[in-house]
């Protein structure tokens, strides 16, 4: 009889836990989670030359666009398989002016942010200024901060509203690539888009 009154009881208490676990699992809020990929190989440029700035050479640019290979595809993906990865934009050495690549870079992301945005209109976003290696820490991080301001502009005068955007530099400090080599020092001249936790 009291065994009978125990498991009655045991009955009632997993079929409590189950719908307390059903309704906080449909209470949760939804999140548009970002997680990172592996970055893909570029090819250097030739060693012991600075690429031209895209702003003041229009000429040269077209040539040097068509010896750099397409931009990598480095950032975050979205956890919804049916968007497109986040791109990171990418600088010339010493400079933050935006070359065509970023520009194609973060004229795909103002897209995807929209995107994101539609569905999580709380999403903040942080725009990260890196820099290779090479010269002071003092210097990369105002270089940093020159470069994610950039990308900022820019995406706000594509529709993306100033107040989803923050920037942060973190100069050299956080390199996506160790080796001493232009193709590694290109990966780390970048402007990258991340959540703002």
Known sequence: ??????????????????????????????????????????????????????????????????????????????????????????????????????????????????QIRSQDTAIQIIIEGHCDERGSAEYNLALGAMRADAAKQFLQSLGVPAELLRTISYGKERPQCTLQTEECWQKNRRAHLAPDK
């Open 1 to 114: 009889m009291v065994f009978q009154r125990d498991a009655r009881s045991m009955k009632g208490i997993s079929g409590l836990l189950a719908a307390q676990i059903i309704f906080l699992a449909a209470c949760r809020p939804h999140h548009v989670a970002l997680t990172p990929i592996a970055p893909p190989t570029i090819q250097a440029e030739s060693a012991g030359t600075s690429p031209p700035s895209m702003e003041n050479n229009s000429a040269k640019t077209e040539s040097t666009d068509a010896k750099r290979s397409s931009p990598p595809e480095v950032g975050y993906t979205p956890v919804r398989e049916s968007m497109r990865p986040v791109l990171d934009a990418y600088f010339d050495l010493d400079r933050h002016e935006l070359r065509a690549d970023a520009r194609q870079a973060l004229s795909s992301d103002a897209e995807l942010l929209e």
